[in-house]
């Protein structure tokens, strides 16, 4: 299956912008893009997903690149709330089942 | 809305005993998985199931059994807990159509000493 590769943490200021990478070179094309973030003693928690095309919803924004090997996930505006895991996984198909492929995510720490 | 429960909560068992973790989730979902989060890990997905009466090994399956009798439910036991599975045990479940996202439980924290 392939697999993401994440920073291990990253560091943001309250109210900027938080870009998050995620490298998943070894991609296959009906394979999903999704991130979930985790906090502390919770389950993952689901922020966006995408298969070729930049997605955005309330929570964040989801940039592919065009090759798919690289993705990045965009909080607009990180508050204290927004400190946690961040996991890019890769949601693969194989022989027609679906499972959800984790990485070992970026710990986020959002400085007041 | 239930969502995805997970019981129990925690549990602490001794070498050698047996248990079963129960996951329900209440969304018709088709697909339900089960993985453990060890310290510092992302998760690893143990095994899973793509509908009633179906089920699949994933990543790391060795000690574990499973079973999807009815939909809403997915179990999963430990025959001989080894002290090697403590760790905190996630389900998840969804739709499997699309690139649908996965709904998770609150986890189970396990013990074995």
């Known amino acids: 299956d392939a697999k993401t590769t994440q920073p291990n943490s990253m560091e943001s200021n309250e109210e900027e912008p938080v870009h998050l990478p995620c490298n998943h070179s070894t991609i296959s094309g009906t394979d999903y893009i999704h991130w979930y973030r985790q906090l502390p003693s919770q389950g993952p928690e689901y922020v966006i997903h995408?298969?070729?095309s930049n997605v955005n919803n309330r929570m964040a924004s989801l940039a592919i690149a065009e090759d798919r090997k690289s993705s990045t996930l965009i909080l607009h505006r990180a508050t204290l709330r927004d400190a946690a895991v961040y996991y890019c996984i890769l949601r693969v198909t194989t022989s027609g089942t679906y499972k959800y492929i984790f990485g070992t995510g970026t710990r986020l720490k959002v400085l007041a | 809305n239930a969502g995805v429960t997970q019981t129990p909560k925690f549990r602490v068992l001794k070498t050698g005993q047996s248990m079963t973790l129960l996951c329900a989730q209440d969304m018709n979902h088709e697909y339900m998985y089960w993985y453990r989060q060890d310290p510092g890990m992302g998760l690893r997905l143990i095994h899973y199931s793509v509908g009633e009466g179906t089920t699949a090994k994933g990543e790391v399956p060795d000690g574990y059994n499973v079973s999807r009798l009815k939909k809403q439910n997915f179990l999963l036991g430990l025959e001989s807990a080894a002290p090697s599975q403590t760790s905190v045990y996630f389900c998840a479940s969804s739709y499997g159509q699309g690139g649908s996202e996965a709904f998770f439980g609150q986890g189970t924290r396990l013990t074995v000493v």
């Open positions: 995408g298969l070729t």
